[in-house]
Nanobody
Framework: QVQLVESGGGLVQAGGSLRLSCVAS????MGWFRQAPGKEREFVAA????????YYADSAKGRFTISRDNAKATVYVQMNSLKPEDTALYYC????????????????????WGQGTQVTVSS
């Protein structure tokens, strides 16, 4: 069982930055997803256990950076140049048995989810 707790969300003006954190109880591949009101949950970024491989949605490339500090059991996503369309509830997640590496972008292969942290970007 993996327990996940996110933090770091808030209200920021367009062009600003936020860093989200996720404390994870287990050693695992980790992903970040987001869900805006009325929209489906979408992939944002992911990172493998060692941190040697990172993956990003097109919307996040060049603006977001995912990283981890395994000594602190924490995964981060640094979000820069935020836009109003980044407004959403952000979740960190850990995959289950359906995960095989290449399907990291699918929310249905993640079995463990945090409670979410709200990010609101004002224009």
């Amino acid at each position: 069982q993996v327990q996940l707790v996110e933090s770091g969300g808030g209200l920021v003006q367009a062009g600003g930055s936020l860093r989200l954190s996720c404390v994870a109880s287990g050693r695992t591949f980790m992903g970040w997803f987001r869900q805006a009101p009325g929209k489906e949950r979408e992939f944002v970024a992911a990172i493998n256990w060692s941190g040697s491989n990172t993956y990003y949605a097109d919307s996040a490339k060049g603006r977001f950076t995912i990283s981890r500090d395994n000594a602190k059991a924490t995964v981060y996503v640094q979000m820069n140049s935020l836009k109003p369309e980044d407004t959403a509830l952000y979740y960190c997640a850990a995959p289950g048995s359906r995960f095989y590496g290449d399907n990291y972008y699918r929310s249905d292969v993640y079995d463990y989810w945090g409670q979410g942290t709200q990010v609101t970007v004002s224009s």
